[in-house]
């Protein structure tokens, strides 16, 4: 059996900003704790209970006791109840994730469990008011550990004693920050990201091999097979195109792809996505090069957006400055039509983990 792992907020449910503004308002009406930093990249474990120690040490010196944490607890749970009453909207639950969890539940190769960086209360919270059904689902939360690490290892271990299971063959963990994608590394465990725009982009750069929009569009049980443990990616867009139509492109400066016409953007690629875009859309072609594309010099605008799978792709809207690729590499498909990895990229690849 393997092991799918959820996060809740960003990932199940669609409450991190609801969580995040009760969260600091618990702080602010329980100890007067004012202008905390909202940062929460800038936070050594960024969990519920990690946050606290740190910012507990930062203003008093010292780490909360049991009683300041229960009362941090239970004004943040007054905070989300008093919330829910008003702005019941904002506790909705990530598109698909439903199914998602129903289909998980009746898959006979698939376990689930969740491990969230928030605390027990307020996790059960939220996910009763997004009408998420987690009966007999192992839950871990930050009342387990500080570390995501740590919750997630919990997880891992409540998983092993309710599906009678000794160890899971493959565990996927799923969630919608760069320190979730942190933890599946540190961890040696796969990862599937959950974020779309510029949050999608910061999973991909952290070393995400596969981001989608939400859970809803999406063969989910194949994306769980394909994911893969998380590692450096080199920070270059990719494209694929004829070698002609690219030296024709150097002679007027810019680069305009058909789908630009087409479809009103120019395809492109990280590194993890290049192989299955090259065997779905190239299988048998011949004289082609692969782009590597530096964004910050590119003119256009670029959006990270859905492709019909359901996984996140970056998008050129507009022409190609030709300034922008800093690399051209020859690819052509095997003798049975399909592609490998250039050892160009695999080069580029070992230099940046």
């Keep these: 059996m393997n092991l799918v792992i959820f996060d809740i907020d960003g990932t199940l ?13 618990a702080f602010a009406s329980e100890f007067d704790f004012l202008d905390i930093n909202p940062n929460w990249y800038d936070y050594k474990n960024v969990t519920d209970s990690g946050i606290t120690q740190q910012i507990f040490q930062e203003r008093l010196n010292h780490v909360p006791s049991k009683t300041e944490i229960e009362r941090l607890k239970k004004s943040f749970i007054t905070q989300l109840q008093q919330a829910v009453s008003t702005q019941e909207y904002l506790f909705t639950s990530i598109l698909g994730a439903d199914k998602r969890l129903a289909e998980l539940q009746n898959s ?7 491990a969230t960086g928030g605390w027990y209360d ?17 839950l871990a939360s930050s009342d ?27 565990i996927v963990f799923v969630g919608d920050g760069i320190w979730d ?22 999973l991909l750069d952290a070393g995400a091999k596969i981001v989608i929009k939400d859970l809803d569009k999406c063969d989910f049980i194949q994306l769980l097979d394909n994911a893969e443990i998380p590692k450096s990616n080199i920070p270059f867009l990719l494209h694929i195109t004829q070698r002609l139509q690219w030296e024709q492109a150097q002679d007027q400066d810019i680069y305009i792809a058909e789908s630009l016409a087409n479809e009103g953007f120019i395809h492109c690629s990280k590194v993890s996505q290049i192989i299955q875009v090259a065997n779905r859309f190239f299988y048998h072609k011949k004289e082609l090069v692969i782009l590597l ?6 003119k256009s605008e670029i959006r990270y957006e859905a492709a019909e799978t359901g ?22 498909s095997e003798v049975n039509g399909y592609f490998n990895l250039p050892q160009e990229l695999e080069d580029l690849i070992s230099r940046t983990e």
């Design 13 to 25: 449910t669609s409450t991190n900003q609801i969580d995040e503004d009760c969260f600091l308002s």
């Design 108 to 114: 006979s190769t698939w376990c689930v469990a969740i």
């Design 122 to 138: 307020s996790a059960i919270l939220k996910l009763q008011k997004a009408t998420l059904v987690i009966e007999n689902i192992p």
């Design 144 to 170: 387990d550990g500080i570390s995501r690490e740590d919750i997630i290892n919990t997880a891992i271990i409540e998983a092993k004693n309710i599906y009678n299971v000794d160890n899971f063959l493959k």
């Design 181 to 202: 994608v942190k933890a599946a590394q540190n961890l040696n465990i796969s990862f599937i990201g959950i974020g779309e725009y510029q949050a999608a982009e910061k």
């Design 293 to 298: 594309i530096d964004r910050k010099k590119v």
């Design 311 to 332: 996984e996140i792709f970056p998008h050129i809207y507009g022409n190609l400055n030709i300034d922008a690729v800093t690399q051209v590499i020859n690819f052509n």
